[in-house]
Protein backbone atom coordinates (compact mmCIF):
# COMPACT_ATOMS: atom_id res chain seq x y z
CA UNK A 1 0.00 0.00 0.00
CA UNK A 2 3.00 2.38 0.75
CA UNK A 3 4.26 1.69 -3.08
CA UNK A 4 0.36 2.85 -4.32
CA UNK A 5 0.32 5.91 -2.69
CA UNK A 6 3.85 6.66 -3.12
CA UNK A 7 3.28 6.40 -7.28
CA UNK A 8 0.06 8.24 -7.13
CA UNK A 9 1.28 11.04 -5.28
CA UNK A 10 4.27 10.66 -8.33
CA UNK A 11 1.76 10.65 -11.38
CA UNK A 12 -0.34 13.70 -9.40
CA UNK A 13 2.72 15.82 -9.20
CA UNK A 14 4.02 15.32 -12.87
CA UNK A 15 0.00 15.77 -13.80
CA UNK A 16 0.47 19.67 -11.98
CA UNK A 17 4.05 20.40 -13.58
CA UNK A 18 2.52 19.61 -16.63
CA UNK A 19 -1.23 21.41 -15.68
CA UNK A 20 1.50 24.69 -15.21
CA UNK A 21 3.64 23.98 -18.18
CA UNK A 22 6.23 23.52 -16.13
CA UNK A 23 7.30 19.63 -17.60
CA UNK A 24 6.34 18.47 -20.98
CA UNK A 25 4.12 15.13 -21.40
CA UNK A 26 4.49 15.15 -17.31
CA UNK A 27 0.96 13.64 -17.36
CA UNK A 28 1.76 10.60 -19.81
CA UNK A 29 4.91 10.16 -17.67
CA UNK A 30 2.98 9.41 -14.79
CA UNK A 31 1.35 6.91 -16.30
CA UNK A 32 4.34 5.44 -17.49
CA UNK A 33 5.60 5.08 -14.51
CA UNK A 34 2.42 3.88 -12.83
CA UNK A 35 1.81 1.34 -15.76
CA UNK A 36 5.53 -0.07 -15.09
CA UNK A 37 5.22 -0.24 -11.22
CA UNK A 38 1.81 -1.86 -10.93
CA UNK A 39 2.41 -3.84 -14.10
CA UNK A 40 5.66 -6.14 -12.41
CA UNK A 41 2.92 -6.19 -9.22
CA UNK A 42 3.01 -9.63 -7.89
CA UNK A 43 -0.30 -11.39 -5.36
CA UNK A 44 -1.03 -7.92 -4.80
CA UNK A 45 -5.20 -7.37 -4.39
CA UNK A 46 -7.30 -9.63 -2.62
CA UNK A 47 -8.07 -11.92 -6.26
CA UNK A 48 -4.99 -12.18 -7.70
CA UNK A 49 -4.33 -15.66 -7.24
CA UNK A 50 -7.60 -16.43 -7.88
CA UNK A 51 -7.56 -14.77 -11.41
CA UNK A 52 -3.78 -16.37 -11.81
CA UNK A 53 -5.13 -19.93 -11.15
CA UNK A 54 -8.00 -19.26 -13.54
CA UNK A 55 -5.51 -18.00 -16.49
CA UNK A 56 -3.67 -21.33 -16.01
CA UNK A 57 -6.46 -23.45 -15.62
CA UNK A 58 -8.01 -21.85 -18.98
CA UNK A 59 -4.74 -22.07 -20.78
CA UNK A 60 -4.67 -25.51 -20.48
CA UNK A 61 -8.48 -26.50 -21.12
CA UNK A 62 -9.45 -28.47 -23.88
CA UNK A 63 -12.00 -26.91 -26.04
CA UNK A 64 -13.92 -26.42 -29.04
CA UNK A 65 -15.43 -22.83 -30.52
CA UNK A 66 -18.59 -24.12 -30.55
CA UNK A 67 -18.64 -23.97 -26.82
CA UNK A 68 -17.94 -20.06 -26.98
CA UNK A 69 -21.29 -19.77 -28.48
CA UNK A 70 -23.08 -22.13 -27.30
CA UNK A 71 -22.49 -21.03 -23.45
CA UNK A 72 -20.23 -23.75 -22.11
CA UNK A 73 -17.12 -21.31 -21.56
CA UNK A 74 -18.45 -18.25 -19.22
CA UNK A 75 -17.02 -14.35 -20.41
CA UNK A 76 -15.55 -15.91 -23.47
CA UNK A 77 -13.25 -12.45 -24.28
CA UNK A 78 -11.96 -12.97 -21.64
CA UNK A 79 -11.42 -17.11 -21.35
CA UNK A 80 -9.54 -15.98 -25.33
CA UNK A 81 -7.73 -13.55 -23.56
CA UNK A 82 -6.60 -16.47 -21.00
CA UNK A 83 -5.96 -18.62 -24.00
CA UNK A 84 -3.64 -15.61 -26.03
CA UNK A 85 -1.43 -14.60 -23.18
CA UNK A 86 -0.38 -18.03 -21.37
CA UNK A 87 2.62 -18.82 -23.66
CA UNK A 88 3.44 -15.49 -22.42
CA UNK A 89 2.91 -16.17 -18.55
CA UNK A 90 0.12 -14.42 -15.96
CA UNK A 91 2.77 -11.89 -15.61
CA UNK A 92 2.58 -10.51 -19.35
CA UNK A 93 -0.96 -10.34 -18.88
CA UNK A 94 -1.12 -8.25 -15.49
CA UNK A 95 1.15 -5.69 -17.29
CA UNK A 96 -1.00 -5.95 -20.54
CA UNK A 97 -4.45 -5.12 -18.16
CA UNK A 98 -2.66 -2.62 -16.72
CA UNK A 99 -1.71 -0.76 -19.83
CA UNK A 100 -4.81 -0.92 -21.37
CA UNK A 101 -6.27 0.67 -18.07
CA UNK A 102 -3.69 3.54 -17.97
CA UNK A 103 -4.19 4.19 -21.41
CA UNK A 104 -8.67 4.96 -20.67
CA UNK A 105 -8.40 6.86 -17.98
CA UNK A 106 -5.11 9.01 -19.32
CA UNK A 107 -7.56 9.57 -22.01
CA UNK A 108 -10.43 10.26 -19.97
CA UNK A 109 -8.75 12.96 -17.92
CA UNK A 110 -6.64 14.51 -20.96
CA UNK A 111 -9.54 14.85 -23.47
CA UNK A 112 -12.49 15.54 -20.59
CA UNK A 113 -10.95 17.63 -18.49
CA UNK A 114 -9.29 21.25 -18.89
CA UNK A 115 -5.76 21.53 -17.57
CA UNK A 116 -6.79 23.47 -14.51
CA UNK A 117 -8.74 20.56 -13.28
CA UNK A 118 -6.06 17.23 -14.19
CA UNK A 119 -4.96 16.94 -10.88
CA UNK A 120 -8.28 17.24 -9.14
CA UNK A 121 -9.23 14.54 -11.64
CA UNK A 122 -6.10 12.33 -11.12
CA UNK A 123 -6.88 12.74 -6.96
CA UNK A 124 -10.29 11.48 -7.83
CA UNK A 125 -9.04 8.45 -9.80
CA UNK A 126 -6.32 7.43 -7.38
CA UNK A 127 -7.57 7.75 -4.21
CA UNK A 128 -11.27 6.95 -4.91
CA UNK A 129 -11.21 3.47 -3.44
CA UNK A 130 -13.54 1.60 -5.87
CA UNK A 131 -11.68 3.01 -8.96
CA UNK A 132 -7.96 2.80 -9.20
CA UNK A 133 -6.82 1.15 -5.81
CA UNK A 134 -9.87 -1.75 -6.66
CA UNK A 135 -8.89 -2.12 -10.08
CA UNK A 136 -5.97 -3.89 -8.93
CA UNK A 137 -7.89 -6.93 -7.27
CA UNK A 138 -10.80 -6.68 -9.86
CA UNK A 139 -8.78 -7.24 -13.01
CA UNK A 140 -11.66 -8.54 -14.95
CA UNK A 141 -14.00 -5.98 -14.41
CA UNK A 142 -11.74 -2.87 -14.62
CA UNK A 143 -10.65 -4.18 -17.86
CA UNK A 144 -14.44 -3.61 -18.76
CA UNK A 145 -14.93 -0.80 -17.26
CA UNK A 146 -11.52 0.50 -19.38
CA UNK A 147 -13.20 -0.30 -22.72
CA UNK A 148 -16.58 1.31 -21.55
CA UNK A 149 -14.18 4.39 -21.03
CA UNK A 150 -12.96 4.30 -24.09
CA UNK A 151 -16.61 3.58 -26.34
CA UNK A 152 -18.13 6.98 -24.26
CA UNK A 153 -15.23 8.74 -25.97
CA UNK A 154 -15.86 7.48 -29.19
CA UNK A 155 -19.50 8.15 -29.04
CA UNK A 156 -18.91 11.45 -27.97
CA UNK A 157 -17.00 11.94 -30.91
CA UNK A 158 -20.11 10.76 -32.84
CA UNK A 159 -18.07 7.48 -34.25
CA UNK A 160 -20.67 4.46 -34.60
CA UNK A 161 -18.91 1.14 -35.39
CA UNK A 162 -16.03 1.48 -32.91
CA UNK A 163 -17.92 1.65 -29.43
CA UNK A 164 -20.70 -0.84 -30.50
CA UNK A 165 -17.49 -3.26 -30.58
CA UNK A 166 -16.25 -2.12 -27.53
CA UNK A 167 -19.56 -2.56 -25.58
CA UNK A 168 -20.00 -6.08 -27.23
CA UNK A 169 -16.26 -7.10 -26.13
CA UNK A 170 -16.83 -5.53 -22.35
CA UNK A 171 -20.06 -7.92 -22.16
CA UNK A 172 -17.59 -10.82 -23.37
CA UNK A 173 -14.88 -10.07 -20.44
CA UNK A 174 -17.07 -9.73 -17.44
CA UNK A 175 -20.71 -10.21 -17.83
CA UNK A 176 -22.24 -7.68 -15.64
CA UNK A 177 -21.49 -5.04 -18.42
CA UNK A 178 -24.67 -6.28 -20.28
CA UNK A 179 -26.85 -4.22 -17.86
CA UNK A 180 -25.19 -1.09 -18.52
CA UNK A 181 -25.08 -1.38 -22.61
CA UNK A 182 -28.51 0.32 -22.97
CA UNK A 183 -27.46 3.62 -20.69
CA UNK A 184 -24.87 3.61 -22.48
CA UNK A 185 -26.37 3.68 -26.10
CA UNK A 186 -28.62 6.43 -25.13
CA UNK A 187 -25.59 8.57 -25.58
CA UNK A 188 -26.29 8.81 -29.09
CA UNK A 189 -29.31 10.91 -28.15
CA UNK A 190 -28.82 14.85 -28.03
CA UNK A 191 -29.72 15.39 -24.33
CA UNK A 192 -29.41 19.38 -25.10
CA UNK A 193 -32.19 19.44 -26.36
CA UNK A 194 -33.94 17.46 -23.26
CA UNK A 195 -32.57 18.58 -20.61
CA UNK A 196 -35.88 19.38 -18.78
CA UNK A 197 -36.61 16.03 -19.06
CA UNK A 198 -33.65 13.89 -17.91
CA UNK A 199 -33.57 16.28 -15.08
CA UNK A 200 -36.74 15.82 -14.18
CA UNK A 201 -36.67 12.14 -14.39
CA UNK A 202 -33.47 12.09 -12.31
CA UNK A 203 -35.84 13.92 -9.66
CA UNK A 204 -38.83 11.62 -9.88
CA UNK A 205 -35.74 8.48 -9.25
CA UNK A 206 -34.77 10.15 -6.52
CA UNK A 207 -38.25 10.68 -4.99
CA UNK A 208 -39.76 7.03 -5.94
CA UNK A 209 -36.40 5.42 -4.52
CA UNK A 210 -37.16 7.23 -1.23
CA UNK A 211 -40.95 7.15 -1.00
CA UNK A 212 -40.84 3.60 -2.46
CA UNK A 213 -37.60 1.62 -1.84
CA UNK A 214 -38.92 -2.12 -0.95
CA UNK A 215 -40.77 -1.91 -4.45
CA UNK A 216 -37.43 -1.07 -6.17
CA UNK A 217 -35.27 -3.80 -4.70
CA UNK A 218 -37.74 -6.06 -5.14
CA UNK A 219 -38.17 -4.88 -8.72
CA UNK A 220 -34.20 -4.88 -9.37
CA UNK A 221 -33.43 -7.96 -7.63
CA UNK A 222 -36.04 -10.04 -9.83
CA UNK A 223 -34.42 -8.39 -12.72
CA UNK A 224 -30.90 -9.15 -11.61
CA UNK A 225 -31.93 -12.92 -10.68
CA UNK A 226 -33.17 -13.13 -14.54
CA UNK A 227 -29.93 -12.54 -16.03
CA UNK A 228 -28.51 -15.96 -16.91
CA UNK A 229 -24.95 -13.94 -17.24
CA UNK A 230 -25.22 -12.99 -13.81
CA UNK A 231 -26.40 -16.71 -12.26
CA UNK A 232 -22.87 -17.21 -11.09
CA UNK A 233 -23.24 -14.35 -8.47
CA UNK A 234 -25.11 -15.96 -5.52
CA UNK A 235 -27.12 -14.95 -3.07
CA UNK A 236 -24.27 -13.40 -1.00
CA UNK A 237 -23.83 -10.61 -4.03
CA UNK A 238 -27.58 -10.51 -5.62
CA UNK A 239 -29.52 -10.30 -2.12
CA UNK A 240 -27.43 -9.24 1.43
CA UNK A 241 -28.73 -8.81 4.60
CA UNK A 242 -30.43 -4.76 5.82
CA UNK A 243 -27.82 -4.00 7.33
CA UNK A 244 -29.12 -1.61 11.19
CA UNK A 245 -27.43 2.01 11.48
CA UNK A 246 -28.33 4.78 13.96
CA UNK A 247 -30.19 8.04 13.13
CA UNK A 248 -27.37 10.01 13.16
CA UNK A 249 -25.08 7.87 10.79
CA UNK A 250 -28.63 6.97 8.54
CA UNK A 251 -28.18 11.29 8.20
CA UNK A 252 -24.78 11.72 8.07
CA UNK A 253 -24.35 9.04 5.45
CA UNK A 254 -27.09 10.57 3.04
CA UNK A 255 -26.29 14.25 3.46
CA UNK A 256 -22.51 12.92 2.20
CA UNK A 257 -24.35 11.45 -0.49
CA UNK A 258 -26.99 13.86 -1.73
CA UNK A 259 -24.03 16.76 -1.61
CA UNK A 260 -22.72 15.83 -4.95
CA UNK A 261 -26.05 14.52 -6.24
CA UNK A 262 -27.60 18.19 -5.71
CA UNK A 263 -24.41 19.56 -6.88
CA UNK A 264 -24.77 17.76 -10.12
CA UNK A 265 -28.19 18.61 -10.65
CA UNK A 266 -28.27 22.33 -10.71
CA UNK A 267 -25.49 22.20 -12.92
CA UNK A 268 -26.96 19.99 -15.08
CA UNK A 269 -29.39 22.68 -15.05
CA UNK A 270 -27.43 25.48 -16.29
CA UNK A 271 -24.59 22.95 -18.53
CA UNK A 272 -24.92 24.09 -22.39
CA UNK A 273 -22.14 21.95 -23.45
CA UNK A 274 -23.27 18.73 -24.52
CA UNK A 275 -19.87 16.33 -23.33
CA UNK A 276 -20.64 17.62 -19.96
CA UNK A 277 -24.39 17.18 -20.06
CA UNK A 278 -23.60 13.26 -21.02
CA UNK A 279 -21.07 12.84 -18.25
CA UNK A 280 -23.53 14.68 -15.55
CA UNK A 281 -26.07 12.05 -16.76
CA UNK A 282 -23.51 8.69 -16.29
CA UNK A 283 -22.68 9.92 -12.79
CA UNK A 284 -26.34 10.74 -12.05
CA UNK A 285 -27.48 7.41 -13.17
CA UNK A 286 -24.31 5.44 -11.15
CA UNK A 287 -25.40 7.57 -8.00
CA UNK A 288 -29.05 6.22 -8.23
CA UNK A 289 -27.87 2.57 -9.02
CA UNK A 290 -25.56 2.85 -6.05
CA UNK A 291 -28.41 3.93 -3.58
CA UNK A 292 -29.61 -0.03 -3.79
CA UNK A 293 -25.87 -1.30 -2.87
CA UNK A 294 -26.68 -1.90 0.96
CA UNK A 295 -29.08 -4.26 -0.10
CA UNK A 296 -28.15 -5.79 -3.58
CA UNK A 297 -24.48 -5.79 -3.33
CA UNK A 298 -23.89 -6.46 -6.83
CA UNK A 299 -25.40 -3.26 -8.08
CA UNK A 300 -22.62 -1.41 -6.12
CA UNK A 301 -20.30 -3.29 -9.05
CA UNK A 302 -23.35 -1.81 -11.97
CA UNK A 303 -22.77 1.13 -10.71
CA UNK A 304 -19.07 1.73 -10.77
CA UNK A 305 -19.65 1.51 -14.48
CA UNK A 306 -21.14 4.95 -14.52
CA UNK A 307 -19.66 6.46 -11.22
CA UNK A 308 -16.05 6.34 -12.98
CA UNK A 309 -17.35 9.60 -15.18
CA UNK A 310 -17.28 11.08 -11.48
CA UNK A 311 -13.85 11.80 -12.53
CA UNK A 312 -15.21 14.49 -14.68
CA UNK A 313 -18.55 15.03 -13.42
CA UNK A 314 -17.18 16.53 -10.10
Not at 68 to 73: E, H, I, K, M, R
Not at 238 to 252: I, N, P, R
Amino acid sequence: MAVLVFVSLVVIFLTYLESKALLKNGMLAGFVILTAVMGVRFEYGNDYVSYAQKFIYDGNMLFKFSDLADGTVKDPVWFLLNRLFHPLGFQVFVAFLTMINSMAYYHLVKTSLPKSLWVFGMFVYLFTNSFFPMQLSMMRQALAMALIIFAVLYILEKKRFVPLLLLVVSAGIHSSAIVCIPFILLLYLDFTKRKPLVICGFLALFLLFFAAKDFIFSLMSTTLNSFDSLEKYDEKYLLGDKYETSAAKSFLGLALYLFPVIINLIYLGACKDERKIKYLVLYLLGSFIFLTNEIIPMVGRLAWYFTIFSIVAF
